[in-house]
């Protein structure tokens, strides 16, 4: 099992960029599906991104064409870059993975928050 933990989070202005950091410690990160997830105040948690051991992504609509998700697993980590930044994409941003047996996104970090002012 691995635990992970979010950095890069902070408050930015329209049309900025910011790469968040997911770094993982345990055993066998390679072997993990990671996502990004956000959650605004008053709303419920909603998929961001997310990267499979074979390197295929997936984003949400929303984010498609700003956002890039990698990952580098001799580093233990999974990168957000996010480019053209909104005010609507404040939130607190997670991280979790989906281990080898595909069992859905856990061992969720305490977030990092992410504030685009206008």
């Known amino acids: 099992q691995v635990q992970l933990a979010e950095s890069g989070g902070r408050l930015v202005q329209s049309g900025d960029s910011l790469r968040l950091s997911c770094v993982a410690s345990?055993?066998?990160?390679?072997?993990?599906?990671i996502g990004w997830f956000r959650q605004a105040p008053g709303k419920e948690r909603e998929f961001v991104a997310a990267i499979d051991t074979g390197g295929g992504t997936y984003y949400l609509d929303s984010v498609k064409g700003r956002f890039t998700i990698s990952r580098e697993n001799a580093e233990n980590t999974v990168y957000l870059q996010m480019n053209s930044l909104k005010p609507e994409d404040t939130a607190v941003y997670l991280c979790?993975?989906?281990?080898?047996?595909?069992?859905?996104?856990?061992?969720w970090g305490q977030g990092t928050q992410v504030t685009v002012s206008s």
């Open positions: 979790g993975a989906d281990p080898p047996g595909h069992e859905g996104f856990g061992s």
């Open positions: 345990g055993r066998g990160f390679s072997g993990y599906g």
